[in-house]
């Protein structure tokens, strides 16, 4: 079984601030890794994903995540928040389990920029 | 282009009625899926479809129907046995060749119970 813990219900932070929106995982088999992002009523949108490579991925909006398998973690940084960054952030994993691979997700994080 | 329809998008019922949600999808994917999303409680799959014709319960399909007639449609019925239908409704598909699990969002749907 997998599970996704966003550590973070809530985060505040002033505009131009860097943010860290933290996600841990817990899987039994190796992992890809996502990103969502979802504006109020709306449906949600492919920020960024780790497949396989490099263990830093950039995403749209200038943001970028680190896995770090050791750690299990994939947390989402970017370095100067905008006010239109403010909405909700889901971390999702996927694994291969009777030979699919489903998405589990996180609670969410819902960011709040601060003018 | 390509994409996830959902209609409607706001709904309005009364205690008691049936509603049925459209989810239509262009992108010539094999899966579908239904979410139920409440404040703080993240997304919850209720039913998803895998080939036409074919579909399986999620983690809370009770009060919930579907059918998968068309690789193209999947639609969702919310039935009066389901005791807490005011919810955000979002369907999704993936693809099946090459997948990853990743998935791609309509706009989704408000449902309010009166």
């Known amino acids: 079984a997998q599970s996704v813990t966003q550590l973070d219900s809530q985060v505040p932070v002033f505009e131009e601030a860097p943010v860290e929106l933290r996600c841990n995982y817990s899987s039994s088999v190796s992992v890809y890794l996502f990103w969502y992002v979802q504006y109020p009523n709306q449906g949600l949108q492919l920020l960024l994903k780790y497949l396989s490579g490099s263990t830093l991925v950039k995403g749209i909006n200038g943001f970028e995540a680190e896995f770090n398998k050791s750690q299990t973690s994939f947390h989402l940084r970017k370095p100067s928040v905008h006010i239109s960054d403010t909405a909700e952030y889901f971390c999702a994993v996927s694994s291969s389990g009777a030979g699919s691979y489903q998405l589990t997700f996180g609670k969410g994080t819902k960011l709040s920029v601060i003018p | 282009d390509g994409g996830i329809t959902q209609s409607p998008k706001y709904l309005f019922r009364k205690e008691g009625q049936n509603v049925t949600l459209s989810c239509e999808q262009n992108?010539?994917?094999?899966?579908m899926y239904w979410y139920r999303q409440d404040p703080g409680q993240g997304l919850r799959l209720i039913y998803y479809?895998?080939?036409?014709?074919?579909?399986q319960k999620g983690d809370i399909a009770e009060g919930y129907s579907v059918s998968r007639e068309k690789k193209e449609s999947f639609p969702l019925t919310v039935t009066s046995a389901q005791k807490n239908p005011t919810a955000f409704y979002l369907c999704?598909?993936?693809?099946?060749?090459?997948?990853?699990?990743?998935?791609?969002f309509g706009e989704g749907s408000r449902l309010t119970v009166l």
């Open positions: 992108l010539n994917h094999d899966a």
């Open positions: 479809s895998q080939i036409v014709n074919d579909f």
């Open positions: 999704a598909s993936s693809t099946r060749v090459g997948n990853t699990g990743e998935l791609f």
